[in-house]
C-alpha cells in the first residue's frame, strides 16, 4: 500500500515528505480553499516541495470538452510531467472526459466515486486511478469499506489495471479495514497520516531503552 497526502497546507505536507515515505499529494477544490490561497500560487509550492512524486489536482469544469482544455492547461502552465494525474469526477461528462484525457497523453484519477459500478465504468473508461470515498459512505448509512473491498476483488477479477486509490477518512481503523482488502493506496489529512505512523506503546519503548542504555552505550559519536 502506498500512502498519499490528502492536503495543500504547505507546512503539512513539508513535515509529512520529511518524515513518512510519502508517495504524493492529491487535492481537491474544498482542500485548497481551506489555505485560502489562489490555485496559480499554491500549486507550484506543491510542486516545488514533492518533486517527482505523484500529484493529483482535480479539475473544475463540468463538461468533458471543458475538462480537457483545463488539464492541459495546468499540465503546461506548471509544466506538469508524468506524475500528473488529473482528478475527475463520475459524473457522465466526467466519464466522456476520463477518455478524452488519456487519449490526450495524460493520466487520469477517478474521483467522487460511492458505487462498485461506477469504478468499473471508470477503469472501462481508462482510469490510471479510483477514489473510492469511504468515510462519506459511511455518513450516508453505507458502507466505505465494502464498496473499497467490493472495488478491489470486481479489479482482480476483470484483470483491471486500475488502482484503487481510497479516499475520505476520519480515523485509523478505516485504513487498517481498507488496508485489508487489498485496497492499492490511500489518502489522508495530516492528523490520520500522523496517527496511523505513530503508536504511544513505541513510544514508552523508545523511553525505556534510553533509560536503560545511558550507562551503557559509551561509543562516542
Known sequence: ????ADTANIEEIKTLFEYYPMEGVTTNPTILKHENQ??????????QIIGDKMFHIQMISRKAE???QE???YRELFDL????YVKIPVTREGFKAIRMVKDAGMKVTATAIFTQQQAIVAANAGADFVAPYVNRLDNIVSHGIDVVSD?????KMFGFETKVLAASFKNVDQIYRV????????????EVINALMNH?????????FEKDGKDLYDVKF
Open 1 to 4: 500500500m502506498i500512502y498519499l
Open 38 to 47: 489562489p490555485f496559480s500560487v499554491i500549486i507550484p509550492q506543491i510542486q
Open 66 to 68: 471543458t475538462i480537457l
Open 71 to 73: 488539464a492541459k492547461k
Open 81 to 84: 510531467r508524468s506524475n500528473y
Open 151 to 155: 472495488i478491489v476483488k470486481c479489479f
Open 179 to 190: 488496508s485489508m482488502t487489498g485496497c492499492h493506496s490511500v489518502t489522508a489529512n495530516f
Open 200 to 208: 504511544p506503546m513505541t513510544e514508552q519503548g523508545v523511553s525505556d
